[in-house]
């Protein structure tokens, strides 16, 4: 398996190989072979779930832990990571900004929602309840997340809020539809309520 071309192909692309490790040759290494490792450790089966894990958690994880081994201090480790998350996500940033501009963009967004549920947020890694779904509000309740339970495994849960945070950033633009979550597994809560309103 080319974790190099993961790595390349993950969240952590930017901080590795144009931003703040660029240039860094032996943690670039180091970090593709506990990539290797952690790949090794975790179960990849679920073709769904190894998505998320490939291209956001693992690398996530081994790029922290790394900068931590390399004497990098450990706020600024988080700070480069989420960096690197939100770069990455700039396009579908982009695309959700573009949906919330259009008059009926919250119909398609209420129909694109229940999709990604399915096919991508689902059982194995995601405990997923709705609660509403019409015409004006839209809300589910994630009871548990696989990113989550990954960085809870590997002592990295000051990681998780970074991946809300990219939340924030990806649906906190759309301009005929209001992003309001209040509470997230990330910060300690005990759901995630994600909640999204058709703006009048």
Known sequence: MNHNKILKKSSMNYILYEGQLCG???LIRKTERRLGELIGKHDLSNKKMAVHMKKAILPSIAVYKEMLEFGYPREKSIEAIKESAIIAN????SF???IGK???GYAIFRKMCPMAIKNSFCEPGWNMKWISNNSKTMEFHAKSCLYVNIMKQENCLELVPIFC?????MYGN???IIWDRKKTLGYGDKVCDFRFFKRS
């Open 174 to 176: 759309m301009k005929n």
């Open 102 to 104: 259009m008059p009926f």
């Open 165 to 169: 945070q990219v939340d924030d950033y």
């Open 90 to 93: 700039k396009g579908m940033a």
């Open 24 to 26: 860094n040759k032996e």
């Open 96 to 98: 959700f900004g573009f």
